[in-house]
């Protein structure tokens, strides 16, 4: 079947919206429904779609703008800080993983077909693309189970960084490796010359350039100008490095570079987000379309091999390395159990060694196969990392008591104390005020450089997770007078919170929240009080511009405390504009209707019309210049405004009601 161009990209999207769509429901990264998607549309399964110059160039594009964004978050200062984690568990886990992989590679190349042939070259490309570990989905998974502050998640994060750097040497080597062996050295030193030289040219003169065309830009004050010259840099460093002889990505990559040492940097990340995540995914689609099924169930013994091999490989090297750079038995488990799985970098490699004729068809089918479904399994990996951890290490029960036996040990004394969860800024601005008025407390914290910080410095402090009945218990909670809950995390919030009310359910917990948008479902988990820092900071700055134009303070004092009586609800919600980002949609907002003679609900009482259904209220009537109060017998009449409060959704069902 033959498509036209648009045809194409309509079918990889409209296949992209209902992958994304099942795997959401599922609670499994998107990147998996793309890969989903693109086997089953693929030429080996539906044949809806076939590779073409059309799928190819979405591909590119794809991996462009995931070079770019790995440029953006290249940070000196950051690397510097993980430097032992980076370029020494990071670089060993990656080296050791090629080398290993070359041996596994000329192991099974004696059990497969007569014609075909894994070289030195081709193991090499196949460890460089197993060595990756997948970003998108440990990143979530880390992020959802709040460990990425903890001792494992911080080295995850330092390892897959390195991945990220690998990527760009590796960019350059493996094309180089097609080859002929007899021309191999000079390939790869001419390679080598000319990335020097255009990086050179790219990182040295182009670092003043985009600075100073940067600030041009931004000095006109316009997007769209803003985001044109963001696109301009970015295929433009592609080409550049395109036309050297080397990868797109190559380019984009620097150009993350030159844009990440500027103060634009920010920005260009929320700009170019839209473009990577919706090109990446059909980046992913193109990758999937690539397998074969039918050849994949023909050698299942194959492909099983290649899936438990480098995923054991993995985690048995990694956590070897872990241990051997000091980490424990438990946390050097769940660094390898983390990182065990394929990447997305790993099918860009992959499909750049294909492309280059260094692997042989069949076993881009096999390992493209063992590759996805190691990223399948991630998640449920991750998931039970702890059970297995438990299961299989005969100190980790020993260390778990350990830590919990220090935070009883530092509480043992301490009564009617606060037990502070998080100890980041908030957290240590609340311990400091709570120490001036004589009140006890204690903090637990993920951060280890942190904990051992502020326990040099005497603070109160443990190492601990609050989200777990046995920190809990262990800070003292049933001699506690009351919870605070210093970081913005709702659901970390609701799990504190059910563990308390389990445990001393007449205790006080105070939470703090970033909005209010989730400040009614913590008022019913049993927060006693909800501070949504967004709200106070309006309350704040409003109390001092009332106080600075001459409204007695005993009256803004008043006002204020009005506003916390009432749940904020005077300030809740707000009108939107066309500024405001699409990610606030979940946001109660505020939304003006007006009555016309026509609507069905004029003369009829306030009480009588059915809005309550839809999830919105009326916050305000206004009529003419008046402000009326919001009532159930108040009448309607043609002309008044209504203003409702609630979510877009909400408001959008309210408003056909009232209309109709």
Not at 328 to 355: P, Y
Not at 611 to 638: D, F, H, M, P, T
Request: aromatic share 6%; proline share 3%; charged share 15%.
């Amino acid at each position: 079947m033959t498509f036209t161009p648009l045809e194409i990209t309509l079918l990889l999207l409209g296949s992209a919206v209902l992958g994304v769509v099942a795997f959401r429901m599922l609670q499994l990264p998107p990147m998996l429904g793309y890969l989903a998607v693109g086997i089953l549309i693929g030429p080996h399964a539906l044949g809806l779609a076939e590779e073409s110059e059309v799928t190819h160039a979405l591909a590119e594009f794809g991996v462009v703008f995931l070079m770019f964004s790995i440029g953006l978050e290249f940070s000196l200062p950051k690397l510097m800080a993980m430097r032992s984690i980076v370029f020494g568990l990071g670089m060993a886990q990656v080296g050791l993983t090629i080398i290993a992989t070359m041996l596994f590679g000329w192991t099974i190349g004696t059990q497969l077909p007569p014609d075909i042939h894994i070289g030195w070259q081709t193991a090499f490309a196949l460890g460089g693309a197993l060595a990756m570990s997948s970003t998108a989905i440990v990143s979530k998974m880390l992020t959802e189970r709040l460990e990425l502050e903890s001792e494992h998640g911080r080295r995850i994060i330092g390892i897959l960084l390195f991945q990220d750097l690998a990527v760009v040497p590796l960019l350059i080597l493996i094309p180089s490796l097609g080859q002929r062996p007899d021309a191999l050295a000079e390939t790869l030193a001419w390679a080598s010359l000319k990335a020097v030289i255009v990086l050179a040219l790219l990182l040295f003169v182009g670092q003043k350039i985009v600075r100073t065309w940067f600030t041009i830009v931004v000095k006109r004050r316009s997007q769209e100008l803003f985001m044109l010259n963001l696109l301009l840099i970015t295929l433009g460093a592609a080409w550049i490095t395109e036309k050297a002889g080397l990868s797109l990505a190559l380019g984009a990559f620097v150009a993350g570079m030159l844009i990440s040492e500027t103060e634009y940097k920010h920005q260009v990340e929320e700009d170019i987000k839209p473009f990577r995540d919706v090109l990446l995914g059909l980046f992913f689609i193109t990758i999937g379309m690539l397998l074969n099924v039918q050849m994949v169930l023909q050698h299942w013994w194959l492909v099983l091999i290649l899936l438990c091999g480098p995923v054991l490989l993995k985690f048995a090297l990694i956590a070897g390395l872990a241990k051997l750079f000091g980490s424990s038995d438990g946390v050097s488990m769940r660094i390898g159990l983390g990182l065990a799985q394929a990447g997305e970098f790993g099918f860009v490699l992959l499909n750049l060694a294909g492309g280059s004729k260094l692997i042989d068809p069949f076993i881009i089918q096999v390992v493209l196969a063992s590759m996805v479904l190691s990223m399948l399994l991630a998640p449920f990996i991750i998931a039970k990392s702890d059970q297995i951890v438990l299961k299989f290490s005969n100190n980790e029960w020993m260390m778990q008591s350990l830590a919990l036996t220090k935070i009883a040990s530092r509480t043992m004394s301490t009564n009617k104390h606060v037990i502070v969860c998080g100890f980041g800024r908030s957290g240590q601005s609340l311990a400091t005020l709570l120490a001036e008025e004589n009140i006890d407390y204690h903090a637990l914290d993920l951060d280890p450089e942190r904990v051992q910080e502020a326990q040099t410095a005497g603070r109160h402090v443990s190492y601990g997770d609050a989200a777990r009945r046995e920190s809990l218990v262990a800070a003292g909670i049933y001699r506690a007078s009351a919870v605070v809950i210093t970081y913005a995390s709702t659901p970390s919030a609701l799990k504190v919170l059910h563990l308390v009310h389990e445990l001393a359910p007449t205790l006080p917990v105070i939470v703090r929240s970033y909005d209010d948008t989730d400040l009614d479902r913590l008022k019913q988990a049993g927060a006693a009080e909800v501070v949504p820092e967004l709200m106070e900071g309006s309350l704040m700055l409003a109390s001092h511009a009332l106080v600075m134009l001459g409204v007695p303070l005993r009256r803004v004092v008043h006002r204020v405390q009005m506003a916390r009586d009432a749940r904020y609800a005077s300030l809740r919600g707000y009108f939107h504009g066309a500024s405001d980002s699409g990610d606030e949609a979940d946001l109660e907002r505020l939304h003006s209707v007006t009555l016309t003679s026509s609507a069905s609900c004029v003369g009829q009482p306030l009480g009588s019309v059915a809005i309550a259904n839809s999830g919105a209220v009326v916050s305000s009537v206004r009529r003419g210049k008046a402000q009326l109060e919001v009532a159930a017998e108040l009448q309607l009449e043609a002309g008044d405004v209504v203003i409702l409060r609630g979510t877009a959704s909400a408001v959008h069902k309210a408003e056909q009601k009232l209309r109709r």
